[in-house]
């Protein structure tokens, strides 16, 4: 079994700045791609960042330039720095991981629980 759990969100006011991470923890052989995304009340899910294992990454063009996505894979995290903060980044915000489970050893896709941002005007 697998668990994903997020931390760092919370209020903050436009222009400042937040750092989600996001631990996997459980029966992990290897984490593929690792991915934030969010979903504000009555809209559609929507990609923020992701990041390979090899440390490609990809940005949504709302965010592009204001937030970088990291990874540490010796720690099974992986982290979104936010910076320049907008009203309209209010969102919850999940992390994705596709993980190689055991003792399968078939790739599965998780998300964790959520973590609520808010950006004050």
């Known amino acids: 079994q697998v668990h994903l759990v997020e931390s760092g969100g919370g209020l903050v006011q436009a222009g400042g700045s937040l750092r989600l991470s996001c631990v996997a923890s459980?029966?992990?052989?290897?984490?593929?791609?690792m991915s934030w995304y969010r979903q504000a009340p009555g809209k559609q899910r929507e990609l923020v960042a992701d990041?390979?294992?090899?440390?490609?990454?990809n940005y949504g063009d709302s965010v592009k330039g204001r937030f970088t996505i990291s990874r540490d894979n010796a720690k099974n995290t992986v982290y979104l720095q936010m910076n320049s903060l907008k009203p309209e980044d209010t969102s919850v915000y999940y992390c994705?991981?596709?993980?190689?489970?055991?003792?399968?050893?078939?790739?599965?896709?998780?998300w964790g629980q959520g973590t609520q941002v808010t950006v004050s005007s």
């Open positions: 994705n991981m596709v993980i190689l489970v055991t003792p399968l050893y078939r790739w599965d896709d998780y």
């Open positions: 459980g029966s992990i052989f290897r984490i593929n791609a």
């Open positions: 990041i390979t294992n090899s440390g490609t990454t």
